[in-house]
Structure formats: C-alpha cells, structure tokens
C-alpha cells in the first residue's frame, strides 16, 4: 500500500494526488488504482502525471464512484497501486507538440518534463488548470479555454505530436495528421487512447481497440497508438 502525501483540488472536479513510494514509469503509461476494499470491484486506470524520487503524481477529474472516493483522500491515507502498465509514448527527437484536452492534459506533463522544449497546446471547455506548472517546460505553451486547441496547431510544423484528450479531439487529431504532410513535414501522431478498462493487464478484452490489423488491447498494446493505425467507430 501507497501513503498519500497531497491530493490538492485544482478546479472543479480536478484534483492532483500525490503518492508515497518507489514508482517508476514512461510517460504515458499508467496505474490501477483503489483506494477501497472489495467495492467497486475494480481498480480506476490513471496515467503517471509525473514520477519523483519519493514517489509519484497522479491529475483526475471526478466522474464517478471510483474517482469520487479519490477525491476524499487525506494525507496519510492508503492507497493500491498496481503498475505501471501499457506502452507510453515513444521516447523521440526532433521538433514536437504536446496537445492535450482536459484532463487528457495528465500525461502529458511528464512528457514535457522528459522532453524539454516541446511546444505545448492545452486546451479546457470550461475552466483551464495545472497550466502554470507546463510554462517552465514547453518552448511554447498555447492555452485555449472554449474553443478548439487543435485549430491553433500546425501539423505540417513538427516530427512527433503526442495527443491525449475527449474522443471527437483524438479522431480529428487522426484527420489533420493524415492531410498534413503536402507542403511540409509528415508528423507521426501517437494518440493516447483512454478506453473503459477492467483487468488493465490484457486478460479481458474491455478495452478493445480497432485498428488497421485487427483489434488490439488498449492496456497491454497501447494506450498509445500511432494515430494511422487506429479504426474510430462513432
Ligand atoms: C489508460 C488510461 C489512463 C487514464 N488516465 C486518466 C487520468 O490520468 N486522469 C483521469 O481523470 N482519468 C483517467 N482515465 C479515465 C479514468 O480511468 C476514468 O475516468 C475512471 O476509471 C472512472 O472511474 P469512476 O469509478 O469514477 O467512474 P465510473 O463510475 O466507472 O463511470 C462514471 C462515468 O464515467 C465514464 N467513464 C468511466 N471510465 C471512462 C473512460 N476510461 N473514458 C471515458 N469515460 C469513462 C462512464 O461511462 C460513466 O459515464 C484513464 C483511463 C485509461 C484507460
Ligand atoms: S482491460 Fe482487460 S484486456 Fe485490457
């Protein structure tokens, strides 16, 4: 079991727990949490936000029933955490854009700690957070709250672009990746997929991706793909 150090509310419904102990990680990977006994009886996937010497970072945003009992942890409190699980982003070089939507932003802070000088886009429907601790990071950062962060990213401009956020953002993310390319740079687009999950270990097929050579497991093959290879079923 995991002490929790903090677990700070960061805006309505957001929250950045913070959690003792000798956690590793890549960025994009992620954790199964619980914080309770035998219900619910699954554990909630969460991405690593960041990882340090004494232990490892957790953003959520409040959802549910699983998401609600995190919400109610104190210093002090135990929590299980089983990981760290999937493929992560690939660790590349070259010009690259972060774009993150909501609380899609939670595993791209790590990203832009292991990838200094990348650009950053975030974008909120309502209320922006945790945007502050990216701008010592990113070469640049672009903030949008209300309207579409990916109109103000220009595809054609990077090598690697890393996207996590809503559904609707990841297939267009998938659409301007596929036209760019004609005048300028071909980007590869990784989308961080974020499917329903129940063992997270790729015992159950829960989390069933479509993509180009057949279904695959978002906890085990992905739950980074690159954006070619994923098929979207509205
Ligand atoms: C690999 C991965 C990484 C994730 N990382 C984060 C993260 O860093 N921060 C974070 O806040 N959330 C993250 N999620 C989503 C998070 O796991 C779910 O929001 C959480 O499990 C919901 O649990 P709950 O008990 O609060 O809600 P539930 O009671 O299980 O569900 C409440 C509502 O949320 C919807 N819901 C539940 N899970 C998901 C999901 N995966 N995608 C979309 N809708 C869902 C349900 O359909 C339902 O409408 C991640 C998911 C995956 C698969
Ligand atoms: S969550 Fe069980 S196979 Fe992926």
Same mark, same amino acid.
């Given at each position: 079991m995991a002490t929790v150090i903090s677990n700070e509310?960061?805006?309505?419904?957001?929250?950045?727990?913070?959690?003792?102990?000798?956690?590793?990680?890549?960025?994009?990977q992620f954790y199964m949490l619980r914080a309770w006994g035998a219900y619910p009886l699954l554990s909630r996937p969460l991405s690593i936000h960041q990882v340090n010497d004494d232990g490892v970072e957790f953003l959520y945003h409040v959802v549910g029933e699983g998401t609600e009992i995190f919400a109610e942890l104190s210093p002090g409190d135990k929590v299980q955490l089983e990981g760290p699980f999937?493929?992560?982003?690939?660790?590349?070089? &070259?010009?690259? +854009?972060?774009? *993150? @939507?909501?609380?899609?932003?939670?595993?791209?802070?790590?990203?832009? #700690?292991?990838?200094?000088?990348?650009?950053?886009?975030?974008?909120?429907?309502r209320e922006a957070f945790r945007t502050e601790a990216f701008r010592p990071l990113a070469a640049e950062l672009t903030v949008d709250v209300g309207g579409l962060i990916l109109d103000s990213v220009d595809f054609n401009s990077y090598d690697h672009i890393f996207v996590c956020g809503p559904?609707?953002?990841?297939?267009?993310?998938?659409?301007? &990746?596929?036209? +760019?390319?004609? *005048? @300028?740079?071909r980007p590869n687009v990784y989308l961080s997929?974020?499917? #329903?999950?129940?063992?997270?270990?790729?015992?159950?097929?829960?989390?069933?991706?479509?993509?180009?050579?057949?279904?695959?497991k978002?906890?085990?093959?992905?739950p980074v793909f690159l954006a070619e290879e994923v098929v979207f079923h509205d």
């Open positions: 509310r960061l805006a309505n419904g957001v929250y950045h727990l913070r959690v003792e102990g000798d956690y590793g990680g890549k960025m994009g999937g493929n992560g982003f690939p660790e590349v070089e &070259g010009k690259i +854009a972060l774009i *993150g @939507g909501g609380i899609g932003i939670a595993p791209l802070y790590y990203c832009a #700690r292991q990838l200094p000088d990348s650009d950053v886009y975030l974008g909120f429907s559904q609707p953002m990841l297939k267009a993310a998938q659409r301007k &990746g596929a036209a +760019a390319g004609a *005048g @300028g740079r997929l974020e499917n #329903r999950m129940a063992c997270g270990i790729g015992a159950c097929l829960v989390c069933s991706v479509s993509c180009l050579d057949g279904q695959r978002a906890c085990a093959d992905g």
